[in-house]
């Protein structure tokens, strides 16, 4: 069975971090571009980083750049989010996304999707 499982969500004070982990189970990563993208309630999902198949080339919006670091282990087959001086407005579900070919913002592109795990920023 292809799966993409999240895991590394939680509650966290702002300015807090967290590191989200995608892993992969019945297929291998290497072949694959990997996105981060979120959901808060009420607001539609969004892609927040990108990492190439070799991850020489690396993707961020705006809203976490600075903030947050994408990185990519094969020899593990799994994918880092590194979360830095986290804002409130950073709570969503986050969903980690692989694509056969190149980063995209487009959801679309993306071919194997995780569970979501929840991240909260919040005093």
């Known amino acids: 069975q292809l799966q993409l499982v999240e895991s590394g969500g939680g509650l966290v004070q702002p300015g807090g971090s967290l590191r989200l982990s995608c892993a992969a189970s019945?297929?291998?990563?290497?072949?694959?571009?990997i996105g981060w993208f979120r959901q808060a309630p009420g607001k539609e999902l969004e892609g927040v980083s990108c990492?190439?198949?070799?991850?020489?080339?690396?993707n961020y919006a705006d809203s976490v750049k600075g903030r947050f670091t994408i990185s990519r282990d094969n020899a593990k087959n799994t994918v880092y989010l590194q979360m830095n001086s986290l804002k409130p407005e950073d709570t969503a579900v986050y969903y980690c996304?692989?694509?056969?070919?190149?980063?995209?913002?487009?959801?679309?592109?993306?071919?194997?999707w995780g569970q979501g795990t929840q991240v909260t920023v919040s005093s």
């Open positions: 990492i190439s198949r070799s991850g020489g080339s690396t």
């Open positions: 996304a692989a694509a056969s070919g190149s980063c995209r913002w487009s959801i679309h592109s993306y071919d194997y």
């Open positions: 019945g297929f291998s990563l290497d072949y694959y571009a």
